[in-house]
């Protein structure tokens, strides 16, 4: 079955510090991947997705490849805010099915 | 255009009562799917439905929870019999008929917090 699975929280970082939040996955097909973020007290947004191998998903400074040689789906931000923190979920969709499998989620914390 | 509502935001159960929880999704969507984070874990999927029809329920527990979205009127998702197990936030998203490629973006709601006593 499918599966993702990325890095334990809490990640603490200092405003401006470079991000990354490892996510690796396990599916039996060709997925489509995701991140999502969670703010306090909201639901999920889309941050970001990518649909093929080699594509780079990109918002609001965030980054992510899709990687199929390593199977995974990393996030990068090279300079964070203090606004940033949040819960972040890695997720991936079946090709052609819409249902969304995700990882325990991250939880950012941005530090003046 | 309004986000997915869903009502109530917190919810305080029993042990052996009814927990009924609701998702009106976006205008438009047609689609509409429930996901529970347990504590400490990501988000399950649970079950898909569209308008009258239960698409994919193969994330749901086989008692005590069903599921509906009937022609009018939100989403619905009843827990009978409530155990303290069933403590968990719950989610819904939705998805408009047709988007770009095989993926029809899902918006969430912000979730209900089931506690059970």
């Known amino acids: 079955g499918n599966s993702v699975t990325q890095m334990e929280g809490p990640v603490t970082l200092s405003e401006e510090a470079f991000l990354t939040i490892n996510c690796t996955y396990t599916?039996?097909?060709?997925?489509?991947l995701f991140w999502y973020v969670q703010y306090p007290g909201e639901g999920l947004q889309l941050l970001l997705k990518?649909?093929?191998?080699?594509d780079k998903g990109s918002n609001k400074g965030f980054e992510a490849t899709y990687r199929k040689e390593t199977t995974s789906f990393h996030l990068e931000k090279g300079s964070v805010q203090v606004s940033d923190s949040a819960v972040y979920f890695c997720a991936l969709s079946d090709q052609g099915y819409s249902t969304l499998t995700f990882g325990k989620g991250t939880m950012l914390l941005v530090s003046p | 255009n309004a986000g997915v509502m869903q009502n109530p935001r917190h919810l305080v159960r029993r042990r052996g009562q009814e927990a009924r929880l609701r998702c009106s999704p976006m205008?438009?969507?047609?689609?509409v799917y429930w996901y529970r984070q347990l504590p400490e874990e990501g988000l399950k999927f649970m079950v898909y439905?569209?308008?009258?029809?239960?698409?994919?329920e193969s994330g749901m527990p086989k008692e005590r929870f069903s599921a509906e979205f009937p022609k009018e009127g939100p989403s619905i998702l009843r827990i009978q019999q409530v155990v303290r197990g069933d403590s968990a936030a719950y989610f819904c998203?939705?998805?408009?008929?047709?988007?770009?490629?095989?993926?029809?973006?899902?918006?969430f709601g912000p979730g209900t917090r089931l506690t059970v006593l």
């Open positions: 990518a649909t093929k191998a080699d």
């Open positions: 205008k438009g969507h047609s689609h």
């Open positions: 998203a939705s998805s408009p008929i047709s988007g770009e490629g095989p993926y029809n973006e899902q918006f």
């Open positions: 439905l569209q308008k009258e029809n239960i698409i994919d």
């Open positions: 599916a039996t097909g060709y997925p489509s």
